[in-house]
């Protein structure tokens, strides 16, 4: 990476503060890109869902893991709850989706309970041996008696094939039928999965982030509180792919203890430890035991860390040193936080992240854990709330008793319920993910780098003012 004419500005700069250059390039294609990260994690893509509860669930895991990307289960999780996540995550397919499942006896009001449950906006219906009756979406509700019975409602599926059928095939049977799932069925005509158009062309785009047994890649973080060595032992063996020690304040003692402690039990997956700002604080983390060192103090949208205390880094120039000071160590950093347009994943990337940690972007999504809701205008949208707010630290302390959790809670750095709307162009969180990965994929063009590593080594990058922020934007409706 590298600044127009030489020229570093000596202020700290913002993702809106920054632009990229075109290089003269020969990269012919989007998809002659390869945006597998560096970093030891496995992720085919440079994206890592963050370890909030409102956003990284057992939905969010399978379905970011099937598109290349991790999603961390947050610290609050207990270690039999994560046993049951990972352990459920690694037994879906890699290229169908998880079906959302009722029985012809069960009433309208429970499918339209499920629908949505999943991007893909339809229930199965299926006999007492789990061979599919028909489907049942929205649309078939309409006008219905929320009592109804599905077997009333249920239309039977145009396209069911079997689970081996490649996702090509698939969607030239959808197109040909004009159909909008596949029923994807196992050796004994059982359900094992649903497929949309879109889906099919998705899987051969992209390339999941599997395990050496071929399963879905899932992390899971521990705090720095309490027995650390014996939290993360318990996690580990719930089989995740990357352990996360994590804490707001990263470059403390006890992020330093913390991260001996999750040493002594031998882990055998990637370590990554955050959240710091500085080139000290991330060489102080990798010696201490860090693969990767988490970066970004205040830059998220629920995050109140800067106004509360004045405490942080603008995001680019708090990237750009932590990843230099790390690369120079041969290992890595993620960008945690400020992400709002592909964009700023781009950005990320060049100044040498090797992912960029989003969080209450893909809460407005129907694979985030909380439930849809809608508001005076009949809009959808799922509540975000930060890891400092009171919410959540009352839900982490809810095993203390009454008084320290009343102190506790006087002291909040967060916020505790944000609506976030789902984009109705972009309702699920694949659709965020083909937005960044288009972004980053055409970034990666114009820089003439066909790996992400080139990415960084040939950006080039220039600094500009609000306005040259501002005249960026589309304007869709006009000026």
Known sequence: MRFLDGHRPAHDLTYDDVFLLPNRSDVESRFDVDLATADGTGATIPIVVANMTAVAGRRMAETVARRGGLVVLPQDVDSTAVAEIVGWVKSRHTVWDTPLVLTGGDAVADALNLVHKRAHGAVVVVDGEGRPVGIVDEAACAGVDRFARLADVAQPAAVAVPLTTPSREVFEQLHSHGASLALGLDAEGRLAGVLTAVGALRADIYTPAVDDAGKLRVAAAVGVNGDVAAKAEAVLASGVDVLVVDTAHGHQEKMIAALKAVRSVSPKVPVVAGNVVTAEGTRDLIQAGADVVKVGVGPGAMCTTRMMTGVGRPQFSAVAECAAA??????????????????????????????????????????????????????????????????????????????????????????????????????????????????????????????????????????????????????????
């Open 326 to 479: 790390a690369r120079e160590l041969g290992k890595h950093v993620w960008a945690d936080g400020g992400v709002r347009h592909p964009r700023d994943v781009a950005l990320a990337l060049a100044a040498g992240a090797s992912a960029a940690m989003v969080g209450s972007w893909f809460a407005g999504t129907y694979e985030s854990p909380g439930d849809l809701r809608f508001d005076e205008q009949g809009r959808p949208y799922k509540e975000s709330f930060g890891m400092a707010s009171k919410r959540a630290v009352g839900a982490r302390t809810r095993t203390d008793n009454v008084f320290d959790r009343a102190r506790k809670a006087l002291f909040e750095e967060g916020i505790s319920s944000s609506r976030m709307a789902l984009d109705p162009q972009r309702p699920g969180v694949e659709d965020l993910l083909d937005s960044i990965g288009s972004g980053v994929r055409s970034s990666c063009t114009y820089a003439g780098a066909r790996t992400l590593e080139e990415f960084h080594e040939r950006a080039l990058l220039g600094v500009q003012s609000a306005a040259g922020f501002a005249e960026g934007r589309p304007l869709p409706s006009g000026w």
